[in-house]
């Protein structure tokens, strides 16, 4: 191939494309497929084996220098994996395009000797005479056809050549025409992506140099589009894609890795540990990619993102359960799915979802990741292997008044969030080793109105056996009855300070106006006196924790007054997942996720 003729098929012929020799582009694919797997086994060998041992075993300064240069080490081996995985695509994509055009180019040769026709150097093709003309009976005239790369961009004469061979010979030679350009522009496109494609001087991988891997990879993504992107199966269900991440070869799978971690680890149906490797390195990509941007949103999300970056780095300590990363992006508000142990392999599976005013930040990677790291050492502590998931994959409400504005969160976005909920715990029904594993699904404020969307398709949400509600505003429904695994399934906590489980409903809502304008819900509710108790409805329904609803309702913490020590604090609605703070709202979650709930502490209904 040219590699970077400057005007794309200035330089190719059909005889010099029949000749490329695709298979060595494959074997020089092959060569950087064995460079960036064995940058990938010496990074695991670092953050799996070195960083472990040196922690249970060294103690000291000169420990934590080695720690450091070993760290520094494994970031160059993910980058080194990177980059090499992008040029094998790369070369594979280039090979894959180029056998495409030759096909087709083959195909126009073969049909132009089946009837003895001459295809010149030039790719003209030369006919012979053929039929007979109507005055003197003598077989009309051959000639030469030119190709032209674009036929369909050719206006139509409305003539028809009297020799029937001239359309034959035209079509061929189009055919010729158009493989020749096709390849060379793929050519000219490929050559100078491995052109970019080159490491920066230095043992470091400062974030400038992942932002140069971003790039890289936004320009292999975009040439390689119809090599590998067109064949993930988006609109496929979850078991459809377990099934066919499985057919799919070890260099198949590589270098959808390699190219397309976004996709892969954000794809449900996908085994947890892939997911989990493909994200991690999607998340030094989107770090990259917003580096240097001066933006607030950017720079929010990427404080968030090398929090994780650093929660996952860090060995986990004695009883603690490793982290695996099942989804991660920039969208929106942003997105971020993190389990705490292995949710194919545990026996007991939870996941939580946060509400209002969640967002990828720092907050969010600090605390809510939290919630979800105890409740999955708590629950592993009552039987069989536990994972509890912080799941963060839909926009939620925000309110940046807190609850003054609640409004805004009006049931769109729960309806959204609650499909992309129900299919992501549809893959974790589909990966998960078990034969009959425990999950389930934990919603908190807003996102218990999210879990309860999820819960009203048919069929509930698919693999879940217990619901859990707490600090809930509603849930879109009535009765517990309503949302797929019966009432003595459906756990609600409702602190009695919390002023979000006694919200009022809409109606009585706009009977409070005027006290909402002055001081939002939390005022309404202390002064306002509309919210109608005896009638047990809440801002999204009924209220959950009520006898009417059915729940069965499981003792929790108070929490701090709304009012006292001088200010007004709504900190009792978010204590619930704080071992610290609530101890028995943390144990009843736990032995609900492990399957446990005949031990929890009840409470009566409202």
Request: proline fraction near 5%; glycine fraction near 12%; hydrophobic fraction near 40%.
């Amino acid at each position: 191939m040219s590699g970077g003729s400057g005007a794309a098929g200035s330089a190719l012929t059909w005889a010099a494309l029949r000749e490329v020799k695709c298979a060595e582009l494959e074997d020089a694919a092959d060569g950087w497929g064995r460079v960036s797997n064995r940058a990938d086994a010496a990074r695991d060998r670092i953050e799996g084996q070195l960083l472990p041992g040196l922690h249970d075993t060294q103690k000291g300064e000169a420990v934590g220098a080695a720690v450091g240069r070993l760290r520094r080490l494994g970031a160059n081996f993910q980058y080194i994996y990177t980059e090499c995985g992008l040029l094998r695509t790369t070369l594979n994509s280039l090979a894959h395009e180029i056998k495409a055009q030759q096909r087709v180019l083959q195909g126009a040769l073969d049909d132009a000797a089946a009837l003895r026709f001459t295809v010149h150097a030039d790719g003209s093709v030369t006919y012979p005479a053929a039929g007979e003309g109507l005055v003197d009976g003598k077989p009309l005239a051959g000639g030469t056809a030119s190709g032209v790369p674009n036929p369909g961009m050719v206006t139509p004469s409305g003539l028809v050549a009297p020799n029937l061979n001239a359309g034959k010979a035209q079509d061929i030679a189009d055919r010729v025409a158009q493989a020749v350009r096709t390849a060379a522009d793929a050519d000219w496109r490929y050559a100078r992506i491995l052109r970019a494609l080159k490491a920066q001087e230095g043992l470091s991988v400062p974030a400038a140099t992942w932002k140069d891997a971003a790039a890289d990879a936004a320009a292999v993504r975009q040439a390689a589009g119809s090599y590998l992107r067109n064949a993930i199966p988006h609109d496929a269900s979850p078991a459809e894609r377990k099934a066919w991440w499985a057919g799919l070869t070890d260099e198949q799978r590589e270098e959808y890795l390699a190219v397309y971690p976004d996709r892969i680890g954000n794809l449900d149906g996908i085994p947890a540990l892939v997911r989990d490797a493909a994200n991690r390195d999607n998340l030094q990509l989107l770090m990259g990619k917003l580096e240097g941007r001066d933006d607030e949103d950017s720079a929010t999300k990427l404080a968030a993102l090398r929090e994780i970056d650093r929660q996952l780095r860090a060995v986990p300590g004695a009883g603690e359960p490793p982290m695996y990363l099942l989804g991660i992006g920039d969208q929106g508000n942003g997105r971020a799915i993190v389990s705490y142990g292995n949710p194919d392999t545990a026996r007991n599976v939870a996941a939580y979802v946060p509400g209002l005013n969640t967002s990828l930040d720092e907050e969010f990677a600090a605390n809510d990741l939290k919630r979800a790291r105890d409740l999955s050492i708590v629950s592993n502590r009552h039987g069989d292997p536990a994972a509890a998931i912080t799941w963060f994959g839909y926009d939620a409400p925000q309110a940046p008044d807190g609850l003054r504005s609640l409004s805004v969160a009006a049931a769109g976005r729960a309806e959204d969030g609650g499909s992309a909920f129900r299919e992501f715990m549809s893959g974790i029904e589909a990966t998960n080793n078990n034969k009959d594993p425990h999950m389930t699904a934990i919603g908190h404020s807003y996102g218990s109105r999210t879990v309860g969307s999820a819960a009203q398709y048919s069929g509930g949400i698919p693999g879940v056996d217990d619901i859990v509600f707490v600090g809930s505003p509603g849930v879109g429904v009535d009765s517990a009855d309503e949302l797929g695994v019966g009432r003595d399934h459906v756990f609600v906590g409702a602190a009695a300070n919390d002023v979000v489980t006694k919200l009022p409903s809409k109606g009585e809502f706009a009977v409070g106006a005027a006290e909402m304008l002055v001081g939002g819900p939390a005022a309404a509710y202390v002064f306002g006196g509309f919210a109608d108790r005896g009638d047990d409805d809440v801002w999204f329904g009924k209220d959950p924790a009520s006898e009417a609803f059915g729940a069965q309702r499981f003792e929790v913490g108070d929490g701090p007054p709304l009012v006292g020590e001088g200010r007004v604090t709504i900190d009792a609605h978010s204590e619930y997942f704080a071992p610290e703070l609530d101890r028995t709202s943390v144990e009843n979650m736990a032995l609900i996720a492990a399957g446990r709930a005949d031990r929890i502490q009840r409470e009566e209904p409202r």
